[in-house]
């Protein structure tokens, strides 16, 4: 998947598909570039804080590794 594709909402953490190291995304857009994962977590969910959205954390492989909200959580609805 290329690094300008809409991967859904929120900021991604995930692999540089064009080589090495790490990128963040928002809204199918490439905001950073890092070397190493933790420096582009850490970017990344700056982001997702500044920007109260979800960041969502992948693997080496592209999957997601996980997922964290700081954004307006719909309230809990008993069912």
Do not use: C
């Not at 859904?8 to 963040?24: A, E, F, M, Y």
């Amino acid at each position: 998947m290329s690094p300008k594709s809409n991967r859904g909402g929120g900021v991604h953490t995930l692999p540089d598909p064009k080589g090495s190291g790490w990128i963040n995304q928002f809204n199918g857009k490439v905001t950073s570039h890092h070397s190493t994962k933790e420096p582009a977590a850490k970017a990344g969910r700056s982001l997702a804080k500044r920007e109260h959205t979800e960041h969502t954390i992948h693997k080496k492989n592209g999957q997601i590794g996980s997922k964290n909200s700081y954004g307006n959580d719909p309230s809990r609805i008993r069912g």
